[in-house]
């Protein structure tokens, strides 16, 4: 750092060996700012309560210093942000997986009354089956209703074709079904 009076004479220079090119000091008094091979001069000017120049403040700082701050810094923020967000994460971490497991169980559960619906259907001697509101019969059907409808198990087979019926009777049946 240099210090200068008000008529820009340096007085005191900090280290005493420090020297700043006249062209230099020059071109930084005039901007105010300077970056030159690595080093960026600021300058600042020194008043008085009243207003008046007491003398002017030129601060060289190594470009190389300022992005080891920069890092350093970077640095810090990254642990404290990593501190703050694990415990967040952790927790988020743990309740998707409990989350996960009820979802699993209820899968299971969901699974074993699939199959004791199938075996109820499969055991019953009437023609029972079910359909979506898109006009499907559903993969839920008896055995009979299987074999009397020639309803294929991949629950695409088309209710109009079960009910051996015409466009116009399917609409309006398929109508009061919605209305319901």
């Given at each position: 750092?240099?210090?200068y009076d008000q008529d820009a004479d340096?007085?005191?220079?900090?280290p005493a060996e420090f020297q700043v090119a006249?062209?230099?000091e020059q071109e930084a008094f005039e901007t105010g700012a300077v970056l030159r091979e690595g080093l960026s001069y600021e300058v600042a000017v020194l008043k008085d309560p009243g207003g008046d120049t007491l003398g002017y403040f030129l601060l060289a700082l190594s470009q190389?210093?300022?992005?080891t701050q920069a890092r350093q810094r970077l640095l810090v923020t990254a642990i404290v942000g990593l501190a703050t967000l694990l415990p967040a994460t952790l927790l988020i971490a743990w309740a998707l997986g409990w989350m996960e497991g009820k979802l699993r169980a209820g899968e299971i559960r969901l699974a074993q009354a699939n199959a004791e619906n199938e075996a109820?259907?499969?055991n019953l001697d009437e023609g029972l089956?079910?359909?979506d509101l898109s006009g499907n019969?559903?993969?839920?059907?008896?055995?009979?209703?299987?074999?009397l409808f020639e309803i294929s198990g991949d629950g695409l087979t088309p209710l109009r074709r079960v009910l051996g019926v015409d466009d116009a009777t399917f609409k309006m049946f398929m109508e009061w079904v919605g209305l319901m």
């Open positions: 750092a240099v210090v340096a007085i005191l220079r900090t006249i062209p230099l190389e210093a300022l992005n109820m259907l499969h089956f079910t359909f019969v559903r993969k839920q059907y008896s055995r009979r209703a299987g074999e």
